[in-house]
């Protein structure tokens, strides 16, 4: 019987259900890669993926629920949290989120913003396209006056959670009255579910701006920005540029693999770039199925690279993958305690 996963936004299912198949839910940010993957390891081997694109803030909720065999999120869950609920997580893949828009004569990659400036247009103190403080950082190029519209995740988000807490360490304002998290308070705006529903209101509104992973904007063929980094260097989005971000990344001592790769220091590195994770129980209630997860992404860490390049994602590095194998040895167990992996 043919499955079928009901989800706003992208939730798709992969592949016809059988008895090996795995389900998830969570982030939208690594959809288009998860999808990839899915389709070569169906291929492969014959089992599927049914994987809802919900959002972090659901997935979360739903592998806490125990309705999927796992979650996935953007924003890394703190060693409480995990602890707590019982749950390991772990990287899966990486990539750079990018802001958009929707404005006649801008072509993709032209015009240039900051930290700073994004931030204050999402706290709607910058509402007009060819504001002075806009128009500073464009010498040459033709902005429109025409009104801003704010386009801003409407769900629990792990894509939010990247973009506010890049704006919470570039502009002190939108810290102290926004803050960075998966779902936050909008000032002002129109919100989206999903980088699809984002990307969607962005393309239907003219003077818009949104945020949205990488792969959904160049997909779309939408106009994305430049952004100035930490070393005050503006940056074109590209799989470089994220790796760049996380070459310095401590991941052996962040509890849970939990690193944060927004505004790194370094000429190359894009100020928005995330880790998605993957959220597991560490005591599996269905040995078959938790065996089937990690099957499939050690699948994924030996054969995926080249479809998450192709994406324009970052494939996480050997030396993590093997962590992220001692992790699952160390931590995932069946009923009885044996050692899944």
Known sequence: MASLIVGVS???????????????????????????????????TGNGLNYASVGSGAGIKQIKAKTVDFGASDKPLKAEELDEAGLMQFPAIMGGVVTIVNLDGIAPGQMKLTGQVVGDIYLGKITKWNDPAIAALNPGVKLPAEDITVVHRADSSGTSFLFTDFLAKTNAEFKTKVGADAAVKWPTGVGGKGN???????????????????????????????????????LQPDDENFKAAAANAEWTKAPGFGVVLTDQPGKASWPITGVSYILMYKQQADAAKGKEVIKFFDWAFANGDKAAVELDFVPMPDTVVKQVQAAWKQNLKDASGKALY
């Open 196 to 234: 699809e529903g984002v990307a969607a209101n962005v393309q239907r509104i003219k003077g818009a701006i949104g945020y949205v992973e990488w792969a959904y904007a160049k997909k779309n063929k939408m106009a994305h920005t430049q952004l100035k980094n930490k070393d005050g260097v503006f």
């Open 10 to 44: 992208a939730a798709m299912a992969f592949t016809t259900a059988a008895a090996a198949d795995i389900t998830g839910a969570g982030a939208t940010f690594p959809y288009p890669i998860y999808a990839k993957w899915a389709e070569a390891y169906k291929a492969a």
